[in-house]
């Protein structure tokens, strides 16, 4: 499949051009693509390594404290074997590559521009050509000439060859004059006159790929001593020629020889690579108990030799292995999908993408075990600063459950469980030989899983830290009693830092969730909270300039959060949706009926295709809003699900009665708005109360039959458009939301006793009417909200 692949700019519908392959876009390529990434990671980031806690030295530094070898190691002596590698490099004679063929192709050349210039002059001859077409004839036949030969004829040269015709008894003498130059010996570019007797170079025949070494190096010409006896040689084998001849083949001949022996640099090196490669280490063994470094002596490169092979060869010390890495990776890769497919079936919401909630767990797990590494180094320097603390108490005080916490908020309590059991898993290869701390730090998470369900506030966290802290408390006990350790003084000191792992655990959730919130587009129970403030700006703004939409938003806010209790969908989350689902009409709040105040409707003067395309950009218009005021992907998504793909019935109609044909044949799809349709339970009952508390605001004489009886043919048409196909409500989820829905109309239009008028009383010689007294709205307003039932 090629990658440059031209697809239709939805927006301007001008081509462009896509450079992203096909199979980086496939979901389930970008799922392993993840998977394989963070386990790289994870592999890398757990498998042993080198020690963690070693000294650092510098050359010139000074040192701090008597250094002395534990055991008996070897040192690689730099100096020698750079030595050895120099002695090695030097020992390679440079290649020089021998063409024997070369005074054979120089003549082979000059055979053929020869015959051409000397057949030129044939056919002019014969042919009696004039003097134009003739200079142009000769002229491509020197251009031929220059061509074969590879350099420029100078005009005196050709002048004097042409005087003679080109004849070839000349070329017989130039191609003798040639070989004699290079049967005196090899020419090459460089003077190997200033050679030491002692330094020989390697020739090697190109042809036979045969090698020489010559040591004998005065026979070799440069290209001046080759001129020179170019120059000699043509007196005697031209000397019965005339001397403007002689003159012009040994001009054109000093330009023809050309070097038959040239240094190969690229064979040279790579000859001395090999054996400098093959050049083995020199090394010196230090003993155990010799002292290496003193108190206050500098610190050289020789130190930093001993230093490095002490340390890396020390007892204990962690290597860089292989089959390790690979063993883990695999290990980390299988459990993770095992664990997937556990958890799959639980949870991962479809109204995020699968593949962001599996990058978050990735990153979520690669911060914990960087925050475990973190704090086992601060541990191990706060044991060698305090030596009070018994060694290993500190390790207590990690933060195990901060990712299994960050992760109930983010997704839920099923896959939080799921991750303290891979984060313990992971944890695990931090503590060589310690299966305690896999018990400890994985009993600790899910305490911190099962109690952090319900954060709706802030102090959630604290809370859950104190409670983690004191079943780390239980769980170090039942440590101490499994090693027979009960009661020594290091328990007691295991207690406090276990006791403060909790709550530093629940303090680094509070600081890192708003960045996991913003990273991952998150929105939690505490933001929803933050956004179910009704003094919010946006709410203060929709007061003004769209009233009538504010009052709707609230009251299918309380619809649909005592429908999502019913169902055990987020009624927290439902109700903050709708709070903000109908956002983008303050854009254009005049043009939809419930924020007009006189008896003028703006659609009025538009035609039914343009006040549809208004009515349904309230969509586009809130979602942009949403990104503007950062209220996140779970509410935005929401906003443009709201209206599904439902159909604004009104002006479809109206356009269908129109007296115009090409109003009349506008079709019905844009008419309806581009949804999605809901995709989750909490976007389906937003669209539910939307509809419902539309079309009960023209609901005449409102008495519980009534509105029951809306409400199930509401919720009835909609089931019948498919628009709940996508949002897994049931039919039993439809019953309790109906009967929600019902009660709480019921309790909106609840019965008012019906007062009588007041009489009149006199005030001033008028009459006045009691303020609580009943006024019927007029007819031409209630019309005009039988409409707007339609427009939403």
Same mark, same amino acid.
């Given at each position: !499949?090629?990658?440059?692949?031209?697809?239709?700019?939805?927006?301007?519908?001008? *081509?462009?051009?896509?450079?992203?392959?096909?199979?980086?876009?496939?979901?389930?390529?970008?799922?392993?693509?993840?998977?394989?990434?963070?386990?790289?990671?994870?592999?890398?980031?757990?498998?042993?390594?080198?020690?963690?806690?070693?000294?650092?030295?510098?050359?010139?530094?000074?040192?701090?404290?008597?250094?002395?070898?534990?055991?008996?190691?070897?040192?690689?002596?730099?100096?020698?074997?750079?030595?050895?590698?120099?002695?090695?490099?030097?020992?390679?004679?440079?290649?020089?590559?021998?063409?024997?063929?070369?005074?054979?192709?120089?003549?082979?050349? !000059?055979?053929?521009?020869?015959?051409?210039?000397?057949?030129?002059?044939?056919?002019?001859?014969?042919?009696?050509? /004039?003097?134009?077409?003739?200079?142009?004839?000769?002229?491509?036949?020197?251009?031929?000439?220059?061509?074969?030969?590879?350099?420029?004829? *100078?005009?005196?040269?050709?002048?004097?060859?042409?005087?003679?015709?080109?004849?070839? /008894?000349?070329?017989?003498?130039?191609?003798?004059?040639?070989?004699?130059?290079?049967?005196?010996?090899?020419?090459?570019?460089?003077?190997?006159?200033?050679?030491?007797?002692?330094?020989?170079?390697?020739?090697?025949?190109?042809?036979?790929?045969?090698?020489?070494?010559?040591?004998?190096?005065?026979?070799?010409?440069?290209?001046?001593?080759?001129?020179?006896?170019?120059?000699?040689?043509?007196?005697?084998?031209?000397?019965?020629?005339?001397?403007?001849?002689?003159?012009?083949?040994?001009?054109?001949?000093?330009?023809?020889?050309?070097?038959?022996?040239?240094?190969?640099?690229?064979?040279?090196?790579?000859?001395?690579?090999?054996?400098?490669?093959?050049?083995?280490?020199?090394?010196?063994?230090?003993?155990?108990?010799?002292?290496?470094?003193?108190? %206050?002596?500098?610190?050289?490169?020789?130190?930093?030799?001993?230093?490095?092979?002490?340390?890396? /060869?020390?007892?204990?010390?962690?290597?860089?292995?292989?089959?390790?890495?690979?063993?883990?990776?695999?290990?980390?890769?299988?459990?993770?999908?095992?664990?997937?497919?556990?958890?799959?079936?639980?949870?991962?919401?479809?109204?995020?993408?699968?593949?962001?909630?599996?990058?978050?767990? #990735?990153?979520?797990?690669?911060?914990?075990?960087?925050?475990?590494?973190?704090?086992?180094?601060?541990?191990?320097?706060? %044991?060698?600063?305090?030596?009070?603390?018994?060694?290993?108490?500190?390790?207590?005080?990690?933060?195990?459950?901060?990712?299994?916490?960050?992760?109930?908020?983010?997704?839920?309590?099923?896959?939080?469980?799921?991750?303290?059991?891979?984060?313990?898993?992971?944890?695990?290869?931090?503590?060589?030989?310690?299966?305690?701390?896999?018990?400890?730090?994985? !009993? #600790?998470?899910?305490?911190?899983?099962?109690?952090?369900?319900?954060?709706?506030?802030?102090?959630?966290?604290?809370?859950?830290?104190?409670?983690?802290?004191?079943?780390?408390?239980?769980?170090?006990?039942?440590?101490?009693?499994?090693?027979?350790?009960?009661?020594?003084?290091?328990?007691?000191?295991?207690?406090?830092?276990?006791?403060?792992?909790?709550?530093?655990?629940?303090?680094?959730?509070?600081?890192?969730?708003?960045?996991?919130?913003?990273?991952?587009?998150?929105?939690?129970?505490?933001?929803?909270?933050?956004?179910?403030?009704?003094?919010?700006?946006?709410?203060?703004?929709?007061?003004?300039?769209?009233? %009538?939409?504010?009052?709707?938003?609230?009251?299918?806010?309380?619809?649909?959060?005592?429908?999502?209790?019913?169902?055990?969908?987020?009624?927290?989350?439902?109700?903050?949706?709708?709070?903000?689902?109908?956002?983008?009409?303050?854009?254009?709040?005049?043009?939809?009926?419930?924020?007009?105040?006189?008896?003028?409707?703006?659609?009025?003067?538009?035609?039914?295709?343009?006040?549809?395309?208004?009515?349904?950009?309230?969509?586009?218009?809130?979602?942009?809003?949403?990104?503007?005021?950062?209220? #996140?992907?779970?509410?935005?998504?929401?906003?443009?699900?709201?209206?599904?793909?439902?159909?604004?019935?009104?002006?479809?109609?109206?356009?269908?009665?129109?007296?115009?044909?090409?109003?009349?044949?506008?079709?019905?799809? /844009?008419?309806?708005?581009? %949804?999605?349709?809901?995709?989750?339970?909490?976007?389906?009952?937003?669209?539910? #109360?939307?509809?419902?508390?539309?079309?009960?605001?023209?609901?005449?004489?409102?008495?519980?039959?009534?509105?029951?009886?809306?409400?199930?043919?509401?919720?009835?048409?909609?089931?019948?458009?498919?628009?709940?196909?996508?949002?897994?409500?049931?039919?039993?989820?439809?019953?309790?939301?109906?009967?929600?829905?019902?009660?709480?109309?019921?309790?909106?239009? =609840?019965?008012?006793?019906?007062?009588?008028?007041?009489?009149?009383?006199?005030?001033?010689?008028?009459?006045?009417?009691?303020?609580?007294?009943?006024?019927?709205?007029?007819?031409?307003?209630?019309?005009?909200?039988?409409?707007?039932?339609?427009? =939403?």
């Amino acid at each position: !499949m090629t990658k440059n692949k031209k697809q239709l700019n939805p927006k301007n519908g001008t *081509a462009r051009i896509n450079f992203i392959p096909h199979f980086v876009r496939n979901p389930v390529f970008q799922r392993w693509a993840i998977v394989i990434g963070m386990g790289m990671i994870l592999t890398f980031l757990l498998s042993p390594q080198v020690y963690l806690f070693t000294p650092e030295y510098k050359v010139g530094s000074i040192a701090a404290k008597d250094i002395k070898a534990d055991r008996d190691f070897l040192v690689k002596d730099r100096s020698s074997t750079e030595q050895r590698k120099l002695e090695a490099a030097q020992s390679v004679n440079d290649i020089y590559d021998y063409d024997e063929d070369v005074p054979l192709r120089i003549g082979m050349a !000059m055979a053929k521009a020869f015959i051409e210039m000397a057949e030129t002059y044939h056919e002019i001859e014969q042919e009696k050509i /004039d003097t134009a077409e003739s200079k142009e004839l000769l002229g491509l036949a020197r251009q031929k000439f220059e061509n074969l030969m590879g350099i420029a004829l *100078a005009d005196r040269e050709f002048n004097t060859f042409s005087k003679y015709k080109f004849s070839f /008894d000349i070329c017989n003498n130039n191609v003798k004059l040639i070989y004699s130059v290079y049967n005196r010996g090899m020419i090459s570019r460089e003077d190997f006159s200033g050679f030491v007797t002692e330094k020989s170079i390697t020739i090697r025949n190109i042809k036979n790929q045969q090698e020489n070494d010559e040591s004998d190096l005065t026979s070799i010409l440069n290209l001046q001593s080759a001129q020179a006896l170019l120059e000699a040689n043509a007196r005697h084998i031209l000397k019965n020629e005339h001397k403007d001849l002689v003159a012009a083949s040994v001009s054109l001949l000093r330009r023809v020889i050309q070097p038959n022996l040239t240094f190969a640099k690229n064979a040279t090196e790579r000859r001395k690579e090999l054996l400098v490669e093959a050049v083995k280490p020199v090394f010196y063994k230090v003993q155990k108990n010799e002292m290496i470094l003193r108190e %206050g002596e500098k610190i050289t490169a020789v130190h930093l030799d001993k230093l490095a092979d002490l340390y890396s /060869d020390r007892e204990g010390k962690k290597f860089i292995n292989i089959s390790i890495f690979i063993g883990m990776f695999i290990a980390i890769i299988l459990f993770s999908v095992v664990l997937y497919h556990i958890s799959r079936t639980q949870t991962l919401s479809r109204t995020r993408s699968l593949n962001i909630d599996i990058l978050m767990l #990735g990153v979520a797990a690669i911060f914990q075990v960087l925050l475990v590494i973190v704090s086992i180094f601060i541990c191990e320097s706060i %044991g060698r600063t305090f030596t009070i603390i018994p060694e290993g108490s500190c390790l207590f005080a990690i933060p195990f459950a901060t990712a299994t916490m960050l992760i109930v908020v983010l997704l839920n309590r099923d896959i939080g469980i799921i991750f303290a059991i891979f984060a313990a898993f992971l944890i695990s290869f931090l503590f060589e030989n310690q299966a305690s701390m896999f018990f400890y730090s994985l !009993m #600790g998470s899910m305490v911190a899983a099962f109690k952090i369900t319900d954060c709706k506030e802030r102090s959630a966290f604290f809370k859950t830290g104190l409670l983690v802290g004191a079943v780390n408390l239980i769980i170090i006990i039942s440590i101490s009693l499994l090693e027979g350790k009960l009661f020594s003084t290091v328990t007691l000191f295991n207690l406090l830092p276990g006791a403060v792992g909790g709550i530093l655990a629940a303090a680094v959730v509070t600081s890192i969730l708003p960045l996991f919130e913003s990273l991952f587009g998150y929105t939690t129970d505490i933001k929803l909270l933050e956004l179910a403030n009704l003094n919010q700006p946006i709410f203060q703004e929709m007061i003004m300039v769209a009233p %009538g939409t504010y009052h709707h938003s609230v009251v299918v806010a309380s619809m649909v959060e005592t429908a999502a209790e019913a169902i055990g969908a987020n009624s927290l989350l439902a109700k903050v949706s709708a709070y903000y689902h109908d956002i983008g009409k303050m854009k254009k709040s005049l043009y939809f009926i419930e924020n007009q105040q006189g008896s003028e409707n703006k659609l009025d003067k538009l035609s039914p295709k343009m006040s549809s395309l208004v009515i349904i950009s309230h969509v586009k218009e809130g979602c942009e809003l949403a990104k503007e005021y950062k209220l #996140g992907k779970v509410i935005t998504d929401i906003i443009k699900q709201h209206h599904g793909t439902r159909l604004v019935g009104y002006f479809y109609d109206k356009a269908q009665k129109d007296k115009n044909p090409s109003v009349r044949s506008i079709p019905e799809g /844009d008419f309806r708005y581009p %949804g999605p349709k809901p995709q989750s339970k909490e976007a389906g009952l937003v669209l539910l #109360g939307d509809v419902v508390e539309a079309s009960s605001r023209v609901l005449k004489n409102p008495t519980p039959s009534r509105i029951k009886s809306l409400v199930e043919d509401r919720i009835n048409q909609v089931l019948m458009e498919g628009e709940l196909n996508e949002s897994e409500l049931t039919f039993k989820d439809l019953s309790k939301i109906t009967e929600s829905f019902t009660r709480t109309l019921n309790g909106i239009f =609840h019965q008012r006793i019906d007062y009588p008028e007041s009489t009149t009383k006199e005030s001033n010689g008028k009459k006045e009417n009691d303020a609580n007294s009943y006024r019927k709205p007029p007819e031409k307003s209630r019309s005009r909200h039988v409409k707007a039932s339609s427009l =939403h």
